[in-house]
T-cell receptor
């Protein structure tokens, strides 16, 4: 059973550019969440997608947007990149079972903005 | 004040030692707590989760929640070099029930020396 997969693994961009990161959830999972993890910090919640809709959003600007496809895979888009956007971007998938929704994380995409 | 506080360490112990990792949280309404392990350049891996106060044991790992002091702990018995990683505590973003949107601590880096 494949876990959460993300692509690409590494990416280098320059300030002002746009980037798209991709995530395939664990088999059977219908919810995808995105997190940003700066070096030496814990992950910070960006947003969550369920049934192709953004269900919840963290404290991130509109430059961060996303999409979920009918097969539950997801994309994270960041426009007008800033140096501070350099981080590990993590995708997590989950499936709600009762009152519980356990997150499974992918390996992440490491983004460097120069 | 951050919602979840965690001492970043690093914490270095000899093999076989008992390790205690701790977090505090600010909102008494949080009820669902998790511990994730993150190896270098990997995504977080769920170790344990627990609701409300009390202990939960899984092999060498014990998670403990003290709601009266808003304090959560992870104990590792008979620590091994393979336990060397960053340990992240997390709680759910929303106060009533688990929705899968997580708030993480900064993470504690643990090194177990042979």
């Amino acid at each position: 059973d494949a876990g959460v997969t993300q692509s690409p693994t590494h990416l280098i961009k320059t300030r002002g550019q746009q980037v798209t990161l991709r995530c395939s959830p664990k088999s059977g999972h219908d919810t995808v969440s995105w997190y940003q993890q700066a070096l030496g910090q814990g992950p910070q919640f960006i947003f969550q997608y369920y049934e192709e809709e953004e269900r919840q959003r963290g404290n991130f600007p509109d430059r961060f947007s996303g999409h979920q496809f009918p097969n539950y895979s997801s994309e994270l888009n960041v426009n007008a990149l800033l140096l501070g956007d350099s981080a590990l971007y993590l995708c997590a998938s989950s499936l709600r079972q009762g009152d519980q929704e356990t997150q499974y994380f992918g390996p992440g995409t490491r983004l460097l903005v120069l | 004040q951050k919602e979840v506080e965690q001492d970043p360490g690093p914490l270095s112990v000899p093999e076989g030692a008992i390790v205690s990792l701790n977090c505090t949280y600010s909102n008494s309404a949080f009820q669902y707590f998790m511990w994730y392990r993150q190896y270098s350049r990997k995504g977080p891996e769920l170790l344990m989760y627990t609701y409300s106060s009390g202990n939960k044991e899984d092999g060498r790992f014990t998670a403990q929640v003290d709601k009266s002091s808003k304090y959560i702990s992870l104990f590792i018995r008979d620590s091994q070099p393979s336990d060397s990683a960053t340990y992240l505590c997390a709680t759910d973003l929303f106060h009533s029930g688990n929705t899968g949107k997580l708030i993480f601590g900064q993470g504690t880096t643990l090194q177990v020396k042979p």
